[in-house]
């Protein structure tokens, strides 16, 4: 899609990725959590897209047991639009598929119905509410599940 390509997230990519962060959500994560994050390769899995050399979004996820909890897809504002959300959940479900992990789930501000949509396209479904979930405004969370990877 559109020339962009998914590899794995590194540490020389935090600069860019806290960046991302800052401009797509309330309370970003701070450098040593994502360092922790992408240190602890045996129970995360982080992908990053680029676009002409350029970091543009970034996707992780927690493997617990047989699960997958996906802990952040981000795309860079001036880069919404082509496709890179798709591609980076794509990554993460064929992650899942190599890892023999069944199910996956997320949280997704209830406010945020283009990320939703994002999910029902890949199969996620809503199955239940996490109430005041968000810090900054105490906002619910959908808990949404993808069975059957």
């Given amino acids: 899609m559109n ?3 998914i590899c794995s997230l590194k540490l020389e990519h ?10 797509c959500f309330p309370t970003p994560w701070s450098r040593k ?3 922790k994050e992408i240190e602890n390769s045996e129970l995360t899995k982080y992908v990053i897209a680029k676009k002409s050399g350029i970091v543009i979004g970034y996707a992780g996820m927690w493997i617990i047991l047989d699960e997958g909890h996906i802990t952040n897809i981000a ?3 001036e880069y919404r639009g082509i496709g890179a959300g798709s591609l980076l959940l794509e990554a993460l479900i064929e992650i899942c598929k190599i890892e023999f992990i069944k199910s996956m789930t997320l ?3 209830k406010s945020n ?3 939703q949509n994002l999910y029902k396209k890949y199969g996620f479904l809503q199955n ?3 109430k005041g979930y968000y810090r900054d405004n105490k906002e619910d969370a959908l ?3 993808k069975y059957d990877i």
């Fill in 14 to 23: 935090i600069d860019r990725i806290l960046v991302i962060d800052s401009l």
């Fill in 75 to 77: 795309v860079h504002p």
């Fill in 107 to 109: 949280e997704v501000r």
């Fill in 33 to 35: 959590s994502l360092e």
């Fill in 128 to 130: 239940g509410i996490r």
């Fill in 143 to 145: 808990i949404m599940w």
């Fill in 3 to 5: 020339d962009i390509e």
């Fill in 113 to 115: 119905i283009r990320a």
